[in-house]
Nanobody, 124 residues
Framework: QVQLVESGGGLVQAGGSLRLSCGAS????????MGWFRQAPGKEREFVGV????????LYADSVKGRFTISRDNAKNTVYLQMNSLKPEDTAVYYC?????????????????WGQGTQVTVSS
């Protein structure tokens, strides 16, 4: 079992920045693949990015590439999503998720554990 808790959401103006955090407990954190997803009202859950357990690899959705950065601190069992140059279309509930293997990492249905989500609202 893995428990995930996100924090750091809020309201920001377009062009601003936010950093989301996701704390994990319950398993050896370094072995876990950690992904970020988001879901806007009336839309499907969307892949944002993912980081390998060793932090040796990351992958991002085209819509956030160059603006968002995922990192992790395995000593603190925490993964981060640094979001810069935010746009109104980034408004969504953001979720962190965990899985064991680096496979089909952009598919939300492949993840075993989810946080409760944190709201990010970007005003124009």
């Amino acid at each position: 079992q893995v428990q995930l808790v996100e924090s750091g959401g809020g309201l920001v103006q377009a062009g601003g920045s936010l950093r989301l955090s996701c704390g994990a407990s319950g398993r050896t954190f370094i072995s876990i693949v950690m992904g970020w997803f988001r879901q806007a009202p009336g839309k499907e859950r969307e892949f944002v990015g993912v980081i390998r357990g060793s932090a040796s690899s990351t992958l991002y959705a085209d819509s956030v590439k160059g603006r968002f950065t995922i990192s992790r601190d395995n000593a603190k069992n925490t993964v981060y999503l640094q979001m810069n140059s935010l746009k109104p279309e980034d408004t969504a509930v953001y979720y962190c998720a965990a899985k064991s293997r680096w496979r089909a990492v952009s598919s939300w249905s492949e993840y075993d554990y989810w946080g409760q989500g944190t709201q990010v609202t970007v005003s124009s």
